[in-house]
């Protein structure tokens, strides 16, 4: 049966406890309001550990802007259904005080690759993801941590810090989820009316259109949307851009 827990001690404690020793611990970080492509990224986990766990704290260190916080959806009594459906062993929906007892004073930087594109916009965003990320590895130490590749330079910046701290954790990447127009699943899409889902996913499209860089933003703009950034990036298009001022991201393989 799955446990849901809220206090960080009387997690540690579990976790010291036979059970969940020598046994291959998969955990699926998230911030709730659980779409299909956390279900998917949750159902792997299953698939390929003894143990999943799955935590939902919406980050506060993370936004850079008190709206987009305040925004954020939330639903921890569905969250919890569904993942009680699929089974998972533990949640861990820990509060404020009990992930930051030092109420940020301690804050992990990483220097280059969080400085550009959505950190050049986003000043902070990932000072907060590797913070409490850190935070979520050492309290839950798990064998395996799953990760969007939506999120793909979170993904990079999460796997050189697991890299270069010495975490004895294998990163995971998970393929990005997208509905049948394309559209990448995103929590913040809940904040998009249908028609301006169906805008959306005109993201894609133009990002997989074979466009150069700057006739995919010039398009982009004549779409709608209020564009950021698009860049090229290891073997990828990365993009950040604004639809009715919800912020998206999206990125391709070149
Ligand atoms: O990708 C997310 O949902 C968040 O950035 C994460 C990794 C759960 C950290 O708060």
Known sequence: ???????????????????????????????????????????????????????????????????????YPQNLKGDLFKLKKLKVDFILVPAFNEIYPDNYAYVLTENELSKILCGKYRPGHFDGVLTVVMKLLNIVKPTHAYFGEKDYQQLKLIKAMVDTFFIDTKIIAHPIVRNKNGLALSSRNERLSLEQQVLAAELHKTLSSGLSITKIKSTLKQKGFVVEYVEKFDNRILSGVYLNKVRLIDNVKI
């Not at 976790?15 to 709730?32: A, E, F």
């Not at 492509?37 to 799955?54: A, F, M, Q």
């Open 1 to 71: 049966m799955t446990k849901v827990i809220s206090n960080i001690k009387q997690f540690t404690k579990l976790r010291k406890s036979k059970s969940l020793t020598d046994k291959s611990i998969g955990l699926v970080p998230t911030m709730g309001a659980l779409h299909e492509g956390h279900l998917s990224i949750v159902k792997r986990s299953i698939k390929e550990n003894d143990i999943t766990i799955v935590t939902i704290f919406v980050n506060p260190t993370q936004f850079n802007s008190k709206e987009d916080l305040l925004k």
